[in-house]
């Protein structure tokens, strides 16, 4: 007897654009600018509004399909009450930046810049009452990254 195994994997289309050189250093020119400018960012001093912002945005994008709109859970644990995200700062940035290994939480730390790290942690930390006052640096996350 022999059983076929299906393995399903996201559609992820690759597009390859033929440029001229020229072009092509145009569009490098403008990714190092972009890159600078986030370092520069991430130098800053962020308000709490803007970490808020920005948070809300990241967690639009990367966190409300599994943990729910308001924070309720759902695929993922919920964030509201939460012991991970109202505890210790460190280790509710482990888990957003590495994972939880056995689990459906994926590791952002490749996917989110320092600044989107701060943001999105702030924001869990202040967001559907979880009011710990906690507002997450981009440097603090530097910080905890390089131990």
């Known amino acids: 007897m022999h059983r076929a195994v299906w393995c399903y994997h996201g559609f992820m ?6 440029v001229s050189p020229e072009d092509f250093d145009a569009w490098l020119l403008a990714k190092r600018g972009a890159a600078e400018a ?4 991430a130098m800053q001093t ?7 912002d920005r948070g809300k945005a990241v967690y639009d994008s990367a966190c409300l399909a599994c943990h729910g ?7 993922g644990n919920a964030i509201a009450g939460s012991t991970v995200v109202l505890g210790d700062l ?4 482990a888990v957003v930046a590495g994972g939880v290994s056995g689990t459906a939480m994926q590791a952002f730390g490749g996917q989110l810049n320092d ?8 924001y869990q930390r202040n967001a559907f009452g979880n009011n710990t006052g906690d507002v997450v640096q981009p440097g603090d996350v530097a910080g905890m990254k390089n131990g």
């Open 38 to 41: 986030q370092t520069q960012l």
């Open 46 to 52: 962020l308000s709490v509004d803007e970490l808020m």
């Open 90 to 93: 460190s280790s509710h940035m």
């Open 115 to 122: 600044v989107e790290l701060a943001a999105v942690l702030t």
């Open 69 to 75: 709109a308001q924070g309720e859970g759902g695929i």
């Open 13 to 18: 289309p690759v597009e390859v654009h033929a």
